[in-house]
């Protein structure tokens, strides 16, 4: 009985891991393939009958990336949808039938190999940009956007909590999909709608995580501080994270067990965290020795998800999230030393959302945009000093930065060092700038 369960269970995910479903829910969402008439081999090769989807990592920068064919140089640099609806060489000719088809390049080009990828038709541009904006809440700009805006205007307790968790769930999934190694969906017959993190693994899908984590954890830690009802709080949840994993399967980057499995694995690292937040935020605050402990748990973790066999997308965003988590624990640290953290007393609770007025909303926006063009101008001004740095500390030409990335003594430090002091920034500089400009 239990063999039958087992082999039913490896039988579903076999089933659940295979390209052909995306590619079938990408056509049934209006996304056309341009395919060479000659089939070619796949991207990332065929897979192992009894390990679906394995893979080396690909090295170097000269691998082609896009949808069955290597990146052509001579196609247009400018990504998204062109409005032109002539299908392109080789491709089908249904734009001719279809006068609402586009032609569309993938969104961003491969951050590894810096290739723009094949074109393809869209059939369907509300799907296409309804899950652009999906695929975008699991993506960086969205969350130096997302979490000040938060931290600044809302609640900053929920903000340094939800950092927090966010960190160690892309640590943990980034960690894991490098010790599982599975390729994503093959391509043909799957139509790469975003190359960016196409050389990286994919099981299981961190904008899945990410998407799932951030939106639930939200409403764990809102729901009875703040008032509002319970299922408005679990649609909106709900909502948010089926919309961010979909479309990852639109995009062609995660087969639908992928997208599963990040969605359950995010619920899981969320049903641990639940009961020790407080407790961590407490340390964080309170003990003498939490910016040794911070530092020194965020770098040996670095280190040890690191150990890898080449660069990739995932070791940087790893890094990333570790140093933005350090940065923001750090901050938190030193406001609550200095006096300057000032979270609302308990007996004001549940909080409720004052009335919008036009005063409220012109202080909002000048927070927002005045904390974020310092948060931009830190990252962009740590980068142009940090990686220049790290190639002379380590004897590497700086003249090509792609290359020079590829390099875990330099990226490591780099998204370390960079989003470190951003996350600190974000919770302690751009507050105190806030006081002095009478804008708190």
């Given at each position: 009985?239990?063999?039958?369960?087992?082999?039913?269970?490896?039988?579903?995910?076999?089933?659940?891991?295979?390209?052909?479903?995306?590619?079938?829910?990408?056509?049934?969402?209006?996304?056309?393939?341009?395919?060479?008439?000659?089939?070619?081999?796949?991207?990332?090769?065929?897979?192992?009958?009894?390990?679906?989807?394995?893979?080396?990592?690909?090295?170097?920068?000269?691998?082609?990336?896009?949808?069955?064919?290597?990146?052509?140089?001579?196609?247009?640099?400018?990504?998204?949808?062109?409005?032109?609806?002539?299908?392109?060489?080789?491709?089908?000719?249904?734009?001719?039938?279809?006068?609402?088809?586009?032609r569309a390049k993938p969104l961003r080009r491969n951050s590894l190999t810096g290739d723009v990828g094949q074109e393809f038709l869209i059939h369907n541009k509300f799907l296409f940009y309804l899950f652009t904006f999906g695929t975008e809440l699991g993506n960086e700009m969205f969350f130096i956007i997302f979490f000040p805006f938060l931290f600044w205007n809302i609640d900053a307790l929920v903000s340094r909590r939800l950092i927090v968790v966010w960190a160690w769930n892309l640590?943990?999934?980034?960690?894991?999909?490098?010790?599982?190694?599975?390729?994503?969906?093959?391509?043909?017959?799957?139509?790469?709608?975003?190359?960016?993190?196409?050389?990286?693994?994919?099981?299981?899908?961190?904008?899945?995580?990410?998407?799932?984590?951030?939106?639930?954890?939200?409403?764990?830690?809102?729901?009875?501080?703040?008032?509002?009802?319970?299922?408005?709080?679990?649609?909106?949840?709900?909502?948010?994270?089926?919309?961010?994993?979909?479309?990852?399967?639109?995009?062609?980057?995660?087969?639908?067990?992928?997208?599963?499995?990040?969605?359950?694995?995010?619920?899981?690292?969320?049903?641990?965290?639940?009961?020790?937040?407080?407790?961590?935020?407490?340390?964080?605050?309170?003990?003498?020795?939490?910016?040794?402990?911070?530092?020194?748990?965020?770098?040996?973790?670095?280190?040890?998800?690191?150990?890898?066999?080449?660069?990739?997308?995932?070791?940087?965003?790893?890094?990333?999230?570790?140093?933005?988590?350090?940065?923001?624990?750090?901050?938190?640290?030193?406001?609550?030393?200095?006096?300057?953290?000032?979270?609302?007393?308990?007996?004001?609770?549940?909080?409720?959302?004052?009335?919008?007025?036009?005063?409220?909303?012109?202080?909002?926006?000048?927070?927002?945009?005045?904390?974020?063009?310092?948060?931009?101008?830190?990252?962009?001004?740590?980068?142009?000093?940090?990686?220049?740095?790290?190639?002379?500390?380590?004897?590497?030409?700086?003249?090509?930065?792609?290359?020079?990335?590829?390099?875990?003594?330099?990226?490591?430090?780099?998204?370390?060092?960079?989003?470190?002091?951003?996350?600190?920034?974000?919770?302690?500089?751009?507050?105190?700038?806030?006081?002095?400009?009478?804008?708190?």
């Open positions: 009985m239990e063999n039958d369960f087992v082999k039913t269970f490896v039988q579903l995910c076999k089933n659940l891991q295979d390209p052909c479903h995306v590619a079938r829910f990408q056509k049934l969402c209006g996304v056309q393939g341009t395919f060479p008439d000659k089939p070619t081999k796949p991207e990332s090769g065929p897979s192992e009958p009894d390990c679906p989807g394995l893979r080396k990592r690909v090295q170097g920068s000269d691998v082609g990336v896009g949808n069955g064919a290597a990146g052509d140089a001579t196609a247009p640099q400018v990504n998204g949808v062109q409005g032109d609806s002539s299908a392109g060489p080789g491709g089908p000719s249904e734009a001719a039938v279809d006068p609402d088809a586009a640590f943990v999934g980034q960690s894991t999909k490098d010790m599982v190694r599975w390729s994503r969906p093959a391509s043909p017959p799957v139509v790469k709608v975003e190359v960016f993190y196409n050389s990286e693994y994919s099981m299981p899908s961190t904008h899945a995580m990410t998407g799932t984590a951030i939106p639930f954890c939200v409403f764990m830690l809102t729901y009875g501080r703040w008032q509002y009802p319970f299922l408005f709080g679990l649609c909106v949840a709900l909502g948010w994270s089926v919309l961010v994993c979909v479309s990852r399967v639109y995009m062609g980057m995660h087969s639908i067990l992928e997208v599963i499995t990040g969605f359950l694995y995010s619920l899981l690292i969320l049903a641990f965290f639940q009961p020790i937040l407080d407790k961590i935020d407490s340390f964080y605050m309170m003990n003498h020795f939490a910016p040794l402990v911070i530092i020194m748990s965020h770098v040996s973790l670095g280190l040890v998800a690191f150990t890898l066999d080449s660069w990739s997308t995932s070791r940087g965003d790893t890094a990333q999230a570790l140093g933005t988590g350090a940065g923001a624990a750090l901050a938190t640290h030193v406001n609550y030393q200095l006096g300057l953290l000032l979270d609302p007393p308990l007996s004001s609770l549940p909080l409720t959302l004052p009335p919008i007025s036009t005063s409220l909303v012109v202080l909002s926006l000048l927070r927002f945009v005045i904390g974020v063009a310092v948060l931009l101008f830190t990252r962009m001004a740590m980068k142009a000093v940090t990686i220049p740095f790290l190639c002379r500390l380590c004897g590497l030409p700086s003249d090509d930065v792609r290359r020079a990335r590829q390099h875990m003594k330099v990226e490591l430090p780099y998204r370390y060092i960079v989003y470190s002091v951003v996350g600190f920034s974000c919770v302690c500089v751009v507050p105190l700038l806030f006081r002095i400009l009478n804008l708190a």
